[in-house]
């Protein structure tokens, strides 16, 4: 199977480099959306060898997931796996990905929250509202909606739908999967928190906006 990974990027210039040299040996092409970065991501990711496609201004992670993808089926992608550009994820994990698609799913989430090895207890309760919210709005039962690390096939890429643009795409993802009828599975991963990989995440006031942006998806579906 031809598989690319997809890692959205913005300002990512301090990690991108050792995350595509991880992930190179597991995969056999790198798109690195590039959301409107200002410091040197594209160039770097150019320089590692990756597809760069580039947003002119800063879109957000569900466009930048939608872009990815429109790519990745243009490169005649089998299987896409989308991960973070922060170094939170372990790319040697890829082959569970890869072995969940092979038993039949369409779509694989890596989960933080079947060992919860490192995962910060804030980052849990976190995790939980969001599974809560993905649950009551959607009817779609994850352990971990909000995960980065995700694998989907082919079949699965023409199916979705993408309609949002921000932090909200984690929970549509799923949504998308329960309403297409496409087989989810989940696989447990190891998240590598640092200093710089928790300032990635949201804020509560983010959280907020993504609530009820998930809210109107739910009402126009």
């Known amino acids: 199977m031809r598989t690319i990974a997809i890692i959205p990027a913005y300002n990512e210039e301090k990690t991108i480099a050792e995350v595509l040299t991880n992930t190179r040996p597991f995969i056999d092409q790198i798109i690195v959306v590039n959301d409107g970065s200002h410091d040197r991501t594209a160039e770097i990711a150019q320089a590692h060898g990756a597809v760069v496609v580039s947003h002119v201004i800063n879109r957000g992670l569900g466009a930048s997931i939608g872009t990815g993808f429109e790519m990745a089926k243009r490169l005649g992608a089998d299987v896409v796996v989308t991960l973070d550009a922060d170094g ?10 890869i072995q969940a698609i092979e038993k039949g799913a369409d779509v694989v989430i890596g989960s933080r929250m079947l060992k919860r090895t490192g995962m910060p207890w804030y980052r849990q309760v ?6 809560l919210v993905t649950f009551f709005l959607f009817g779609a039962l994850v352990t971990d ?8 096939t082919a079949y699965a890429l023409r199916k979705i739908d993408i309609q949002t643009n921000r932090m909200e795409v984690s929970s549509e993802l799923i949504a998308e999967a329960r309403r297409r009828k496409l087989s989810l599975a989940e696989v447990p991963i190891k998240a590598i928190y640092t200093d710089y990989s928790l ?23």
Request: hydrophobic letters at 35%; aromatic letters at 8%.
């Open 88 to 97: 939170q994820h372990n790319p040697s994990e890829i082959p569970l990905f």
């Open 199 to 221: 300032s990635k995440g949201q804020s509560f006031t983010v959280g907020l906006k993504t609530l009820a942006k998930l809210v109107l998806r739910r009402i126009r579906q």
């Open 126 to 131: 976190a995790n939980t509202l969001g599974n």
């Open 145 to 152: 909606s909000q995960s980065g690390f995700r694998a989907f």
